[in-house]
């Protein structure tokens, strides 16, 4: 690690108007640049003033990948920064970034794959190590759970339960992951399940791993299901949509989906009317990514699904990171040498600075329970569970 450089003079003076202007913002929020508490930062090299100043979250994010800053909990850091909307205050490029994701669909079928490639298929060693036994890449629900396997099976339960699944019915995955949410809701509820999938790696993982009659995976973009079912659920896959592809995407389903059935929507949202993609992540983590707003969410939906209920449960998803952050610095040492101290630099300043956002209801995390609404026969008794 990088020794802590000393100060002659304070940090404000030596190093002029992008160190006065950023620890004034830090001041706001009592952060220290050279303080002892757990939400104060280490900085090793004073070009990380000018680099937020410019680059806004995108520069800060590369400055901890760089090295140049580094903070005992830094998702305390971040959540005191995310309450004051520290954020906000941004130079030009992140404006350019979200003007680019209003202007083109970066969610078309030939960039659908890119974040298969890029996130989902880095290695399943990683996501081994870091997830509940059953690999499931999405928020648990905490309820009445004390562990994660514990929080994760609550989920599934909870979209078993609020599709009302019965034994036999032939039932949709959408953004299947490695499979063990289909190969759960088979066992449990007696279900047929086809999952789909953008990543290779998941894929071979899923059909390798649940060997059953009951379950069937492909390797295939949504919008090239074709069939009926009794029920659809997607668990975290609608941020790779896109807004420009909404409606779409909710016409593909409705096209897919019985009559009498039921669609769970588990997706990552945010309160904010303002339609905009962090450019850290983007660039990182999640290439193409949006997460939606209600109002686009809702806008999305017309004139195809009924919202019979909407089920925000956001802080779990503060838990859930944490867990995966503390899996991953515990495993790190077994995980293979290309994860090298840069990705993981990268690695926990995604798990942790999603969970700030979450901790600071930037985010939430919502389930929404979708019908196909008064052109369709008698509904089922669809009801939230737990």
């Not at 790779?240 to 096209?255: I, L, M, T």
Request: net charge positive; with cysteine.
């Amino acid at each position: 690690m990088p020794q802590v450089r000393s100060h002659t003079k304070p940090p404000r003076e030596e190093h002029g108007l992008w160190a006065r202007y950023v620890l004034d913002l830090l001041e706001r929020v009592d952060i220290r640049p050279h303080g002892r508490r757990p939400w104060d930062w280490q900085v090793h090299d004073p070009r990380l003033y000018r680099q937020i100043v410019l680059r806004g979250n995108l520069g800060l994010g590369e400055a901890y990948m760089n090295g140049w800053f580094d903070c005992q909990h830094l998702d305390q850091s971040l959540d005191r920064i995310l309450r004051a909307k520290l954020d906000e205050n941004t130079c030009v490029p992140p404006l350019i970034f979200n003007l680019r994701n209003r202007l083109f669909n970066l969610q078309t079928r030939q960039r659908a794959w890119q974040v298969g490639r890029q996130h989902y298929d880095i290695g399943n060693d990683l996501y081994r190590h870091m997830l509940d036994e059953r690999m499931i890449y999405s928020c648990g629900y905490w309820k009445n759970a004390s562990s994660l396997d514990q929080a994760q099976i609550n989920k599934l339960q909870l979209v078993g339960d609020k599709l009302n699944l019965k034994p036999g019915m032939r039932v949709l995955d959408i953004g299947c992951g490695w499979g063990g949410a289909a190969a759960f809701l088979a066992e449990r509820y007696g279900v047929n399940v086809d999952g789909v999938t953008i990543s290779r790696q998941q894929h071979e993982w899923a059909s390798q791993q649940h060997k059953s009659p009951q379950l069937r995976f492909r390797l295939m973009d949504y919008r090239d299901i074709s069939g009926q079912y009794d029920a659809i659920y997607s668990i975290g896959m609608f941020e790779h949509v896109g807004p420009k592809n909404y409606r779409a995407y909710f016409h593909k389903v409705k096209s897919l989906l019985k009559p009498a059935g039921a669609f769970l929507l588990h997706s990552i949202g945010k309160a904010s009317p303002i339609l905009a993609a962090d450019p850290w992540i983007s660039r990182y983590i999640f290439p193409n990514g949006m997460i939606p707003t209600q109002a686009a969410l809702v806008n999305g939906l017309k004139d195809s699904f009924r919202i019979e209920d909407w089920h925000n449960f956001g802080p779990d998803y503060d838990r859930t990171l944490m867990h995966w952050h503390e899996n991953v610095e515990q495993a790190r040492w077994q995980l293979p040498r290309q994860y090298d101290r840069r990705f993981f630099r990268m690695w926990r300043y995604y798990l942790l600075s999603s969970a700030a956002s979450f901790r600071a209801r930037k985010l939430e995390l919502w389930q929404l329970l979708l019908t196909h609404g008064d052109d369709s026969p008698q509904q089922p008794a669809h009801t939230r569970a737990g």
